[in-house]
């Protein structure tokens, strides 16, 4: 079975490409939500079924679907801190499923805290269940070289590895550009984000994933602010203090400190 992890609902807008092709190829997979997404007053229930929308278009059941964040109160905004119940909820739900062969998670980039702690629980997934190599991270959002709270959009960043990119046909192009307006409770965040994302689908027109490493978790995700500090959601130094705990607590850590 192949694992996505995905912070939130509507992250799922990167990865449409690789879950279509799952669906076409009958590949077993499952989507697991590791935040309830009700940050700022957004309303779960709705974001939820936003996704579900998104995701049936493209042949996704709803079976398929996991809110586990939700299920589990995990807050959004807050999952660096939320580490121990959100890995020992990932884990029931893996226990009680066929073998993980694959894990596709956001990159490690700093855009949003979320995205770089579900980065690091699906860095252990893969560990435990011994697929590091056929796992793979996507990038959503960083401010790398941007003053501010600028960022760039589906931008992988150079040290996280060797990008792999396949091709999106004109059709499907354009219809995730129609799938994206779906994400009306997010009206104010897809403001900023889908102007990058038409560019991208019209000018690139690929999805690029990149490998994965435990190593590359030891270095910042780029120089200078990370997005997630420059908007006053976290420290960088007190995520790292939360990523050094839960990795020590499951024999994780390698001999150097986070």
Same mark, same amino acid.
Request: glycine share 6%; proline share 3%; hydrophobic share 40%.
């Given at each position: 079975?192949?694992?996505?992890?995905?912070?939130?609902?509507?992250?799922?807008?990167?990865?449409?490409?690789?879950?279509?092709?799952?669906?076409?190829?009958?590949?077993?997979?499952?989507?697991?939500?590791?935040?309830?997404?009700?940050?700022?007053? *957004?309303?779960?229930? &709705?974001?939820?079924?936003?996704?579900?929308?998104?995701?049936? *278009?493209?042949?996704?059941?709803?079976?398929?679907?996991?809110?586990?964040?939700?299920?589990?109160?995990?807050?959004?905004?807050?999952?660096?801190?939320?580490?121990?119940?959100?890995?020992?909820?990932? $884990?029931?739900?893996?226990?009680?499923?066929?073998? &993980?062969?694959?894990?596709?998670?956001?990159?490690?980039?700093?855009?949003?805290?979320?995205?770089?702690?579900?980065?690091?629980?699906?860095?252990?997934?893969?560990?435990?269940?011994?697929?590091?190599?056929?796992?793979?991270?996507?990038?959503?959002?960083?401010?790398?070289?941007?003053?501010?709270?600028?960022?760039?959009?589906?931008?992988?960043?150079?040290?996280?590895?060797?990008?792999?990119?396949?091709?999106?046909?004109?059709?499907?192009?354009?219809?995730?550009?129609?799938?994206?307006?779906?994400?009306?409770?997010?009206?104010?965040?897809?403001?900023? $984000?889908?102007?990058?994302?038409?560019?991208?689908?019209?000018?690139?027109?690929?999805?690029?994933?990149?490998?994965?490493?435990?190593?590359?978790?030891?270095?910042?995700?780029?120089?200078?602010?990370?997005?997630?500090?420059?908007?006053?959601?976290?420290?960088?130094?007190?995520?790292?203090?939360?990523?050094?705990?839960?990795?020590?607590?499951?024999?994780?850590? $390698?001999?150097?400190?986070?």
């Amino acid at each position: 079975m192949r694992l996505y992890l995905l912070p939130h609902q509507d992250d799922e807008f990167a990865l449409l490409k690789s879950i279509s092709d799952d669906v076409f190829a009958d590949r077993d997979f499952a989507l697991l939500y590791l935040t309830d997404g009700a940050y700022g007053g *957004s309303v779960s229930e &709705i974001r939820n079924r936003e996704s579900l929308t998104v995701l049936e *278009s493209v042949g996704v059941s709803a079976e398929q679907v996991h809110f586990i964040g939700l299920d589990y109160r995990l807050q959004d905004g807050s999952l660096h801190s939320q580490f121990k119940l959100a890995w020992q909820t990932i $884990l029931t739900f893996t226990e009680s499923h066929s073998c &993980i062969d694959s894990v596709y998670m956001p990159a490690w980039e700093g855009g949003h805290q979320d995205h770089d702690a579900a980065h690091i629980l699906g860095l252990c997934i893969a560990e435990k269940y011994s697929c590091l190599a056929e796992s793979r991270q996507i990038a959503l959002y960083h401010g790398q070289g941007l003053p501010w709270v600028f960022y760039k959009v589906l931008s992988p960043l150079v040290p996280n590895g060797k990008t792999i990119n396949t091709r999106i046909p004109w059709a499907q192009r354009l219809q995730f550009l129609r799938l994206f307006l779906c994400y009306r409770s997010q009206l104010k965040t897809w403001l900023g $984000l889908y102007p990058f994302v038409f560019i991208n689908m019209i000018f690139h027109g690929m999805e690029s994933v990149q490998p994965v490493s435990f190593k590359r978790i030891y270095q910042s995700p780029h120089h200078g602010k990370l997005l997630y500090e420059s908007r006053g959601h976290c420290l960088e130094q007190d995520f790292r203090a939360h990523v050094q705990k839960f990795l020590r607590e499951n024999h994780l850590l $390698l001999d150097e400190d986070i």
